[in-house]
């Protein structure tokens, strides 16, 4: 089988070393504009070659975008005037209502299957790729009814190779969920970044005080502005709202804080404990 990864970042690299690494017999493409980025690409071995896109889509079976969302949304409609007709097409965009809105009345939009991985570093470029990211992540595959059935096969058959997790949802509610447990909570760690550098420009010595708390909570600080500024602009109603809400406590806690109410501080902590309950469900 050919596969071209359109993208070979991160993600995208991450997709074809885990497939090579648990599956032989497949040929991949390179499709990046980064030069650099294709030179590496090939020297991992996460691509075979590199091609222009078009050349990519002719002779593809399997066409993979691991783009920023806002190339995807062009790159969509694009790559679907042009694949071949037994070909499948996926993204592994982290918003999809806008992506799948704007291809919904394309002529081959059931040769396309809208794909989220919950799985990624705050690292970029294909040198950072490697064959486990994916292993035992959570695929979410939005809008499965609007795929061909064979599409829609080819690529569960992927996602059980890749030792994947799988849940089906629908795109709006996707994107409204991804804002609480994924957009927030980088939003939070560039706003925790920022306002410690505005202090170090003063206290110069505030870093040598940074522990283990600040950079597991800091990390996502270092994730591509390329890649998330899009992010928040093609979700931006849903992030306003968890905003909201996530501001609406932040104001709670500084309120209690100012009053030095102890005993309510601890009962919000208590109550936030309960994350842990959830969080070993889900990595169960």
Known sequence: MKISIVGVGLLGGSFSLGLQ???????????????????????????????QLDEALAKSDLVVLATPVNVIKWQLPYCLDRLPSNSVLIDLGSTKATFNGHVENHPKRSRYVSCHPIAGTENSGPAEAF?????????????????????????????????????????????????YVSHLSHISSFALGLTVLDKEKIEKSIFAMAGSGFSS?????????????????????????????????????????????????????EHANDIRRVLMGLDR
């Open 21 to 51: 690494s648990v599956e032989e017999g497949h040929h991949f493409i390179g499709v990046d504009i980064n030069e650099d980025h294709c030179t590496k690409a090939l020297e991992l071995g996460i691509v075979h070659e590199i091609c």
């Open 131 to 179: 064959p486990g990211l994916l292993k035992n992540k959570m695929m979410i595959i939005c809008d499965k009814d609007s795929s061909d059935e064979d599409a829609l096969n080819l690529v569960l058959q992927k996602i059980k190779k890749l030792e994947m997790r799988l849940h089906f949802m629908e795109a709006k509610q996707h994107d409204r969920h991804i804002a």
């Open 217 to 269: 909570t800091v990390r996502l600080a270092k994730s591509s502005p390329d890649m998330w500024a899009p992010i928040f602009s093609h979700n931006a109603d849903n992030i306003s709202e968890a905003l909201g809400a996530y501001i609406k406590q932040l104001q709670l806690f500084k309120e209690i804080i100012d009053k030095r109410e102890e005993d309510k501080s601890r009962e919000l902590m």
